[in-house]
């Protein structure tokens, strides 16, 4: 069994800063791929970056690029990934969420949800204007 946990979400004023962190445990997959993504109110979820296994890989979409920085630590029974987001906006507002792929690739990156397993609960990111 996988679990993941996010932290790190909350309010902020525009354009400040906030990490958000997303715990992984539960089987040794720590070279697969693994994404955040976000839901607003009202809207579907959409894809915001991803790192591939070995996190040579990266991707965002358009509209966080320049702001928002996806990393993280592979350590042998956990694996941690970060989303450090600055000068954040309203539309930055929404729950977000991240994932893990089942399987465990280097140097594969995905932007489409169903690619990924495993699911983290979300947290609460609100940004004030």
């Known amino acids: 069994q996988v679990q993941l946990v996010e932290s790190g979400g909350g309010l902020v004023q525009a354009g400040g800063s906030l990490r958000l962190s997303c715990a992984a445990s539960g089987r040794t997959f720590s070279r697969g791929a693994m994404g955040w993504f976000r839901q607003a109110p009202g809207k579907e979820r959409e894809f915001v970056a991803t790192?591939?296994?070995?996190?040579?890989?990266?991707?965002?979409t358009d509209s966080v690029k320049g702001r928002f920085t996806i990393s993280r630590v592979n350590a042998v029974n956990t694996v941690t990934v970060y989303l450090q987001m600055n000068s954040l906006k309203a539309e930055d507002t929404a729950v977000y969420y991240c994932?893990?792929?089942?399987?465990?690739?280097?140097?594969?990156?995905?932007?489409?949800?169903?690619?990924?397993?495993?699911w983290g609960q979300g947290t609460q990111v609100t940004v004030s204007s």
């Open positions: 994932a893990a792929e089942a399987s465990a690739s280097t140097w594969s990156i995905y932007v489409r949800g169903d690619n990924y397993a495993y």
């Open positions: 790192i591939s296994g070995g996190g040579g890989l990266t991707r965002y």
